[in-house]
């Protein structure tokens, strides 16, 4: 796309909850929808990929348990030609293949079909290193919605024409480029999933983590009392409530101001807002 094209947001998202497609039969065996559960559909080159590490500990208990639902969209299943190609060669040139859009579309369409409208309510994001870091904020964004769908990137990516056209938000895991977005969307899933209700079944827990209120946990520490020479931290023992509060919450600031200064910047930047008179 140009400088001069609008931007993306401004674009209609009606059609894709209401959009019919043709797919083979295969396809129309979704997953069945549990109501009020929270779905992450997942377009991919690599269904096998998936759940993965998801289908592990608290968050493959929660998903066996219904509590979350996964959908794999096998994205080759919407190829052209005999061979179901996907991709084709860059225009202008260059090196590298990339997802074709008439085949990138059919398969939003078909993830999006009998989605909510809102995209508050069911976004659509694409895994790329130049979208928006993902963050903790944005993984509690994302636990408040009904569901999201995630496409999943490879070769050199999508067609830029379908990233506009469906509005779709790109979103980045860092500052470092993967074979493809199953990783990145296995990573933001599970930061997703562990935010709702009774995945993980402690509350509080959520609350201490690091990120959780913009700064880096504080260290933790468990039995023995004393290991190779090293002692738990004497305050720790004392069983003063406050005073164990005060050293956590020093020891997040310490540890956010030395490793992660943006970081701490936001947040000094946050308690200034807070004290405004």
Same mark, same amino acid.
Request: aromatic share 6%; net charge negative.
């Given at each position: ?64 348990? #219904? ?26 040139? #260059?090196?590298? *293949? =990339? ?14 079909? +009998? ?15 130049? +979208? ?5 904020? *944005?993984?509690?964004? %994302? ?6 769908? *995630? ?17 779709? @938000? @790109? ?5 470092? =480029? ?28 959520? @609350? ?20 190779? +020479?090293?002692?738990?931290?004497? =305050? ?10 005060? %050293?956590?919450?020093? *020891? ?26």
């Amino acid at each position: 796309m140009t400088d001069s094209t609008p931007s993306p947001k401004a674009k209609s998202h009606g059609r894709l909850a209401s959009r019919p497609t043709l797919r083979p039969s295969e396809l129309m065996t979704n997953t069945p929808d549990l109501a009020g559960v929270w779905k992450a559909k997942v377009i991919t080159l690599f269904p096998e990929a998936f759940p993965g590490v998801l289908g592990e500990s608290l968050t493959g208990k929660a998903l066996q348990d #219904g509590k979350w639902q996964l959908e794999k969209i096998h994205l080759r299943e919407f190829g052209v030609g005999k061979h179901k190609n996907v991709d084709d060669t860059p225009a202008g040139g #260059g090196a590298g *293949m =990339v997802i074709r859009p008439d085949v990138m579309g059919e398969a939003i369409d078909f993830a999006m079909n +009998g989605t909510p409208p809102d995209r508050q309510d069911w976004p659509l994001v694409y895994l790329s290193p130049r +979208g928006k870091r993902f963050d903790q904020a *944005m993984a509690q964004r %994302w636990s408040k919605a009904r569901g999201i769908t *995630m496409i999943c990137g490879r070769f050199e990516g999508v067609d830029d024409r379908v990233l506009y056209h469906y509005g779709v @938000e @790109e979103v980045s895991l860092g500052d470092f =480029v993967l074979t493809g977005g199953e990783i990145a969307a296995q990573a933001m899933i599970d930061a997703t999933v562990r935010l709702l209700p009774d995945v993980l079944g402690n509350a509080e827990s959520i @609350e201490e983590e690091s990120h959780s209120h913009g700064l880096l946990e504080h260290p933790q520490f468990t039995r023995p009392a004393e290991w190779n +020479g090293l002692p738990i931290p004497e =305050v720790l023992m004392s069983g003063h409530h406050g005073k164990i509060a005060e %050293w956590r919450q020093k *020891m997040a600031e310490k540890i956010t101001r030395d490793r992660r200064p943006d970081m701490w910047e936001r947040y000094e930047a946050s308690q200034k807002g807070n004290h405004k008179p």
